[in-house]
């Protein structure tokens, strides 16, 4: 079972930044896809951002122009840049489609 840490999250005011980080604890190089989930209170978890091997991309369109997901040999990242109090949430990094287990995951909260 391959170990997903994340870390980076916080507490930022609107408009603000964060850079969240994702380790694995095996090299990801051979794994297609990687993605950045969140689940907000009292909502299903969502797929923010993936990223293929290849580099690929795709955002959901909440995130489109202020998120930058980029991937390492064992990690991956996601730049948040002019965040919204909507984008509060827990955030998880993981494999899409998920391997059905989660990591801690990283708390974010944007709020003035």
């Known amino acids: 079972q391959v170990q997903l840490a994340e870390s980076g999250g916080g507490l930022v005011q609107p408009g603000g930044s964060l850079r969240l980080s994702c380790v694995a604890s095996i090299s990801i190089v051979g794994i297609d896809t990687m993605g950045w989930y969140r689940q907000a209170p009292g909502k299903q978890r969502e797929l923010v951002a993936r990223?293929?091997?290849?580099?690929r991309i795709n955002y959901a369109d909440s995130v489109k122009g202020r998120f930058t997901i980029s991937r390492a040999k064992n990690a991956v990242y996601l730049q948040m840049n002019s965040l919204k109090p909507e984008d509060t949430a827990v955030y998880y990094c993981n494999r899409y489609p998920s391997w059905g287990y989660w990591g801690q995951g990283t708390q974010v909260t944007v709020s003035s």
């Open positions: 990223i293929t091997s290849s580099g």
